[in-house]
Antibody, heavy 116, light 108 residues
């Protein structure tokens, strides 16, 4: 069974940093592209970042470019999102999603709250 | 960036009735469209890809149609577990994935 489990969310002050993790199991992680998608409270879905299976290609939404960094560790079957210079508008549930052009499987998400 | 617009925002339907949800793209996305279902407190679940192909394990009461700029998700006979928010997403021109704002299907 495919499982994606996010962790690392929490309360952080504006300007602070946080690192999210997504532990994958049930499939060959190293073969798959991965993404992060977020959802602000009561709002819709927003794609924020992609990483290729090899890790050498990454993309970011304009809203996070220059502040967030996606990475992966295939030896640990893990996906990461380093989030710096956090703003109130980054408050959301962050999901990792398996897939290239759309999310075939999603984790349950981890809540990030940016507030003083 | 391609903008996706869903209608209506909320759809009130009685159990057993048919529901029809619409999604429009600001420019042609061919058949590069998916539908997701999201229940409260849960992650999105892939329902339809390629505009009309059901994902693994999705019941036959869910059907997708359309191409170009106009798409429809139909649920033929609503079950209690189908009341949720539904999102469309294009993947013709990415990045980014772009989503519609969602349609909430609620019990009438």
């Amino acid at each position: 069974e495919v499982q994606l489990v996010e962790s690392g969310g929490g309360l952080v002050q504006p300007g602070g940093s946080l690192r999210l993790s997504c532990a994958a199991s049930g499939f060959t992680f190293s073969n798959d592209e991965m993404n992060w998608v977020r959802q602000a409270p009561g709002k819709g879905l927003e794609w924020i970042s992609y990483i290729s299976s090899s890790g050498d290609t990454t993309y970011y939404a304009d809203s996070v470019k220059g502040r967030f960094t996606i990475s992966r560790d295939d030896a640990k079957n893990s996906l990461f999102l380093q989030m710096n210079i956090l703003r109130a508008e980054d408050t959301a549930v962050y999901y990792c999603a398996r897939g290239w052009r759309y999310g075939t499987q999603w984790g349950q998400g981890t809540l990030v709250t940016v507030s003083s | 960036e391609i903008v996706m617009t869903q209608s209506p925002a909320t759809l009130s339907v009685s159990p057993g009735e048919r529901a029809t949800l619409s999604c429009r793209a600001s420019q042609s996305v061919s058949s590069n469209l998916v539908w997701y279902q999201q229940k409260p407190g849960q992650a999105p679940r892939l329902l339809i890809y390629g505009a009309s192909t059901r994902a693994t394990g999705i019941p036959a009461r869910f059907s997708g149609s359309g191409s170009g700029t106009e798409f429809t998700l139909a649920i033929s006979s609503l079950q209690s577990e189908d009341f949720a928010v539904y999102y469309c997403q294009q993947y013709y021109n990415w990045p980014p994935w772009t989503f519609g704002q969602g349609t909430k299907v609620e019990i009438k």
